[in-house]
């Protein structure tokens, strides 16, 4: 079979062409020469390339291959020579595409105007979904948004047009409802800058989010790196059925496999259980595959994903996809590192939290445990919609059950919020009535981004300090993520449910078993809801806002302020000195859960992701210090008073004081943000030592030439005092398998050797020599 292009593939079917054609709008086809353009010429799907790298594979492992392993080793750059082990060996892969989000665009563009390369080697989208601050409601709101991030938004467009890169404007839509819609298909391998990028293995994709610099190796044409993920099968049985949604199932895999349970694997969903389940339901259970650590989470090719495919004007991929339909799901026999079963029919409605996305109860006995805990029964405000739950399929079950309660006169006690996952769910929802339903039953919709769900929330109605319960569709729900009050218990379960617990206005309502009274007096159950999968009309694509690179953008000019104080140009690490560490104070010893939330808040601190200095203002205010149990108070050692994390770090970076962070499990998990790694550099860290970290965050402060390092036993965490200095010893003999050791110099005098683990290989040490992965790639262009 021929190599396609998406070009041509989208063009045919927008047009009607070709023997699979489909009955498009009049809106679609209107909107064809548009459509076209957001697939780069460059961009194919190369099944040929892809069957023969396996192949290749299969036959050197002589076994039966999972999917991801397909997918994944069916992108090596080398796979006659690769080593490939699960769990051990490093890979070096060829991404077919990157994807950004604009608050970690900003920096992943500076990287990239750093390298001096002139164009991105693989096509490249940008995708502003950010920094739209939820206010009012969706139009005023980002109007707003417009004007106050006016200078990123220029940065962003004219970066993208000089570097080949194309640009979804402010109001689009999610970087993930915009990816499953546009450019996810199966057996793509695409990277992203975001930590919920495996939304895209609801279309058969293995979809991974990175750092800002791994997406500038892959756009600079430099093979990319992972450690050869293990596989974790989720055997699905039954069929969903009633109030039990597809966010249901990795509500109950959270809370099977935790927060970390997940890392250094691909979750691989399969079994007969798979067809009960929609394309954008099964993308649900990806997403939020990011909350266990995951690597990426992907289910095999079937006709719900077909359907999917055609609906949004990939037919033609559709009937590629089918002809290689072997090729996109797991061999027979294959064998998984863990196996989770679960059978659909018997799978209850959930909701996680508060504060953790693992804390997972049945909806049945949320309340009791919340009575019991002292949490609030109240549901202040429902929130639906984010990257997570935001599809037509969603918007429409909400919405049937928001009928229900206007039909007996009820309206939501608590406020209630809806958010759009793109422009087409928008327009679309907006023309067949449901925007309708959700605002007349109380909601307010949000503009098509990602809002509260990220901290972009100007919420008004408690207090900071003020004890609050929210339920939300969301993904993550770490303490003051959604609305920056540190006593607002979140708990996260179905657009479904939300809707429901938004009407009850309490936690403590099972809509399976609860009844409800309307106005009259009148006692009513809800039934369970239903909806759609996809309209039966052709979306809507509502507005255009997609910006498609020049073919030669070399004359263009990208103008950064040194006035500015939303973006400042990158000056290089400085390199390694050549000796081990010595010395080093203890910046922070950090007690508990530590997530990227904590290195690096979001919310308002958004507005200075494109300034490094300004920035890291907000380095570790959040991580809880374990000498006092306060949150950004730390004891300076030069001057003996207590200041803020970064106010201290940088009174020792300007005494030439290098630091360590010590940590503790899963440190860094949560977002991609690689901020959580460049703030600690360049305030002056060397190393960060805990006792095990999340995946993207340990890659990301090996990017930007930290040592991170883990307790060879985990308990030396205790052995560790704030007074503390720490020796990093071993580095002049730095070799990948080989420990270093710490000597820790207590301030009575007293002085003990650890022995600290470290997974660099060979390309990473050089990192770490070089000062940076940025400034190794520099070295080598010369």
């Not at 404007?169 to 930590?195: C, F, R």
């Not at 992907?298 to 949004?312: A, D, I, Q, S, W």
């Not at 003990?752 to 050089?766: A, D, G, R, Y």
Request: charged residues 20%; aromatic residues 6%.
């Amino acid at each position: 079979m021929a190599t396609y292009c998406l070009t041509v593939a989208r063009l045919q079917l927008a047009l009607g062409h070709g023997a699979r054609r489909l009955h498009v709008s009049a809106a679609y086809r209107a909107k064809a020469n548009v459509a076209m353009s957001r697939f780069e010429p460059s961009s194919f799907i190369n099944y040929e390339k892809l069957q023969s790298n396996v192949d290749i594979v299969r036959k050197r492992l002589n076994r039966p291959l999972t999917l991801s392993e397909k997918i994944v080793y069916g992108h090596l750059d080398d796979p006659h020579n690769q080593d490939i082990d699960r769990g051990r060996t490093y890979l070096r892969l060829r991404p077919d595409r990157v994807a950004m989000q604009d608050a970690t665009a900003q920096m992943a563009m500076l990287q990239f105007i750093s390298s001096g390369l002139p164009r991105v080697a693989v096509p490249s989208t940008i995708h502003c979904d950010h920094l739209i601050e939820a206010q009012i409601g969706g139009v005023k709101d980002l109007a707003r948004a417009k004007e106050v991030n006016q200078e990123v938004y220029n940065f962003l467009s004219s970066a993208g047009a000089k570097y080949g890169v194309g640009f979804w404007k402010p109001g689009s839509g999610i970087i993930h409802q915009i990816i499953l819609e546009n450019y996810a298909y199966p057996g793509v391998m695409l990277i992203g800058t975001d930590s919920h990028t495996p939304n895209g293995g609801g279309l058969g994709s293995i979809c991974i989010g990175v750092g800002g610099a791994d997406a500038v190796d892959v756009m600079a044409g430099i093979p990319w790196e992972l450690k050869c993920p293990k596989v974790i099968g989720v055997k699905l049985t039954g069929t969903l059925s009633g109030w039990t949604s597809p966010k249901d199932v990795i509500l109950k895999v959270a809370g099977i496999l935790t927060v970390k349970g997940g890392t250094g694997a691909i979750v691989e969903y399969h079994g007969p259980g798979v067809d009960s389940i929609s394309c954008t339901g099964m993308a649900t259970i990806c997403n939020m595959g990011a909350e266990i650590g995951a690597t990426t989470s992907v289910f095999p090719y079937n006709h719900r994903m077909r359907t999917y495919l055609e609906k949004t004007g990939r037919g033609q991929i559709a009937a590629l996809a089918d002809e290689y339909s072997d090729l996109l799901v797991p061999d027979e026999g294959c064998e998984y590192d863990q196996l989770i079963e679960l059978n659909l029919d018997e799978l209850k409605p959930h909701i996680n939290g508060p504060f953790t996305p693992d804390l997972a109860h049945p909806v049945s006995n949320v309340g009791a445990v919340a009575e019991q805990n002292g949490w609030p029964l109240e549901v202040k405000v429902g929130l639906i919609g984010s990257c997570t739950n935001s599809s037509y399929e969603d918007m429409g079950r909400a919405a049937s059950v928001a009928k229900q309660a206007l039909d007996k006169g009820l309206k939501c006690k608590a406020q209630f919020t809806v958010t759009p996952g793109s422009e087409q769910i928008r327009a679309t929802i907006e023309r067949d009535g449901y925007s309708k339903i959700l605002g007349d039953v109380g909601g307010v919709v949000l503009a098509n981004a990602c809002g509260p769900c990220i901290g972009q929330w100007d919420r008004r109605d408690v207090k900071k300090g003020e004890k609050n319960t929210i339920v939300t569709s969301f993904n993550r729900n770490f303490t003051a993520r959604n609305d920056a009050n540190p006593a607002t218990h979140a708990f996260v379960t179905s657009p479904e449910i939300v809707t429901a617990l938004a009407i009850a206005g309490t936690l403590n309502f099972n809509p399976e078993t609860d009844f409800l009274t309307a106005p009259n007096g009148e006692k009513f159950k809800l039934d369970p809801p239903n909806g759609d999968e996809l309209p039966a009309k052709d979306f809507d694509p509502g507005q255009d806002t997609y910006q498609h690179p020049p073919a030669d953008g070399s004359g263009m000019k990208v103008d950064v302020s040194p006035q500015s104080n939303r973006l400042q140009l990158l000056e290089p690490f400085d390199k390694w000195g050549g000796k081990d560490l010595e010395n080093l104070r203890v910046l922070i010893k950090v007690k508990g859960k530590c997530t990227t939330d904590h290195i690096s808040a979001a919310g308002p601190w958004l507005k200075f992701r494109g300034h490094l200095d300004n920035i890291s203002n907000n380095m570790l205010i959040g991580a809880v210090n374990s000498e006092n149990d306060a949150v950004n108070k730390i004891k300076n050692h030069l001057t003996g008073e207590y200041g803020g994390v970064p106010d201290v770090a940088r009174h020792y970076k300007a005494n030439s004081v290098s630091w360590v962070v010590v940590g503790d499990d899963n440190y860094g998990e949560g977002s991609s943000r690689e901020h959580a790694a460049l703030e600690p550099r360049h305030l002056g860290g060397r190393a960060i030592i805990v006792k095990s970290f999340a995946r993207i965050h340990e890659t990301n402060l090996k990017k930007q030439g930290l040592l991170p390092l883990t307790f060879s036993n985990p308990s030396d965490y205790e052995k560790i005092r704030p007074d503390d200095k720490i020796s990093i010893r071993g580095l002049e003999t730095f070799t990948p398998g080989k420990p270093l050791s710490a000597v820790v110099k207590h301030s009575d005098g007293s002085e003990e050797t650890l022995e600290l683990n470290h997974s660099f290989n060979e390309t990473q040490i050089e990192w770490f020599k070089a000062g940076s992965a940025l400034n190794r790639m520099k070295e080598l262009q010369h």
